[in-house]
């Protein structure tokens, strides 16, 4: 820091990113407790399936990507070698759980066009390029954010450069990803309602929840593009650090509410 100006610019700034990375992990134990009773239900009574194991991962390993970003945010004599682990660690579960959301996104989609042969190639097909896409910019890249030591006690250590063009990259991957299953499910959509109308419940709730929750997705992956790419002021990396927080959160509860109300939705058919 050359002045103490800078010092205290940027212990506001951690101070909010601080209350944002509490914010959203006071939302998720919120919402986790919130819907207990449901998800005991639906552990307990569901089959055992890919799309299941799908769920726990995305619902449990959250709980250690939250666990992992508040123990930098409030562990300020953290050393900077475990702080570098705990970066990595938390970088490494965020990308599973998205893949794994990604995942029950596609299952959901695969499962509105009743598992047809040649729409499930296409997802597969399609899937496999974009993860050695994504592993090819990655690898050439070699890009790694910055980790210092926090010169004031508010937490132990922050990102301070990263490359911009390789997040932006790797998010547009994730868009194309999305915009492509939001479209196999919004041309569902269409055909569905013009040739059987509202009569099939259990179908009308996938093509509504995909619809919804890969639109937000959507929503949040366009959003860290944009502010990738446009926010250029100091510490604005913190601004998309909070942001790739918040998406995979909300990921991660989207998927899991639409799997139980789906789940649920089709017991009432059957029953």
Known sequence: MNSTDDVLQLGRVLWNLNYANVAVTSFWVYDYFLTLADEIVFLTQSQWRGAKLLYIVCRYLTWGYLTSVMLVASQPTMSIQ????????????????????????????????????????????SGLLYIIIGHVVLSVSRSVPKIIKSPIHVTSCFETSESSSTIVIAYVILAMAEIQTWMFALYKVVTSYWREGTHNRLLGQLVLHNIIYITCGLMFSLTIILTTALVKEQYGFMIVKFVRIWQVTIHACLVTRMSRRLWKVDQQRTY
């Open 82 to 125: 475990t702080c570098r682990m705990m970066y990595f660690i938390n970088t490494s579960i965020g990308s599973v759980i998205m893949m794994c959301a990604e995942g029950i996104f596609l299952v959901r989609a695969c499962a509105i066009w009743q598992f047809r042969r040649c729409v499930v190639v296409i997802f597969l097909i």
